[in-house]
């Protein structure tokens, strides 16, 4: 499995993305998908996830803020990102698995390049 990730960019506070990552082959629809991302400095940590039946999963500090939406038809998840803030500047990366274990576990099996989001004050 293959994943690209695309829709970083520069952005101000407050502001709007929207991340895509897709996936190749028709697997991906029976993998759960994964957004991390990996701010200048510091670790890497789990954003948000679907499983395969569609359920989501998003870090406290991002929920409400952050949406996350597969379309298996386009072998696709998307990252919709709202309200933007500085502390949301990082690397993302998307991820996929088959394991079943918790979407927010970073075991996941598969990864994309990372694609840079930067938010200004």
Known sequence: VQLQASGG???????????????SGRTFSTLAVGWFRQPPGKEREF??????AGSTVHANSVKDRFFIARDNARYTVSLQMDSLKPEDTAVYYCAAKALNSALAKDDYEYWGQGTLVTVSS
């Open 9 to 23: 960019g520069l952005v101000q506070a407050g502001g709007s993305l929207r991340l895509s990552c897709a996936g």
């Open 47 to 52: 954003v948000s996830g679907v499983n395969r």
